[in-house]
Structure formats: structure tokens, C-alpha cells
């Protein structure tokens, strides 16, 4: 009989260089503005006014928060 030999599958993950954080707070409500801007502050973790969260510094959160630029205040940490 043949035997037969298997990889285990692994999963890498990729350490970023650059461990730069942002952090992010509402300072402006989103009350008559777009709903995709309120949708956009809810899913950077910014539910109420005054609330801050750190975010990693990549092109997404940054895209993010180019579209809510009038409403929030960022500070790189």
C-alpha cells in the first residue's frame, strides 16, 4: 500500500511594520446628514457624540473617515 502523506493546512497573518493607530471621535452628530454617513460613523465604532475609538491606520479606515471628514476629529496616536 501506498501511503499518502498530508499538509497541514496553515494560516499566516501578516504583522503590519508600521503599528500606527488612530484615534477617532465623534464630534459633530450625523442627525441630517446621509444615512450612509451615519452608517459610515456606526462602523467605525462611533455611536454617540463624544465617543472616541482607535482604529489601525490603513486605507480603508482612512476612506472611512475622508467621508465623514466634517463630522469627526483625528488624532494620530
Do not use: W
Not at 499538509?7 to 441630517?32: C, E, F, M
Not at 482607535?54 to 482612512?62: H, S
Amino acid at each position: 500500500m501506498a501511503e499518502t502523506k498530508t499538509k497541514k493546512a496553515t494560516t499566516t497573518t501578516k504583522v503590519a511594520k508600521n503599528d500606527k493607530k488612530l484615534r477617532v471621535t465623534l464630534v459633530k452628530s450625523p442627525i441630517g446628514f446621509n444615512s450612509d454617513q451615519r452608517r459610515t460613523a456606526v462602523a467605525l465604532g462611533l455611536n454617540k457624540l463624544n465617543s472616541s475609538n482607535e482604529l489601525p491606520d490603513n486605507g480603508a479606515v482612512r476612506g472611512m473617515i475622508f467621508k465623514i471628514k466634517h463630522l469627526v476629529r483625528v488624532e494620530e496616536i
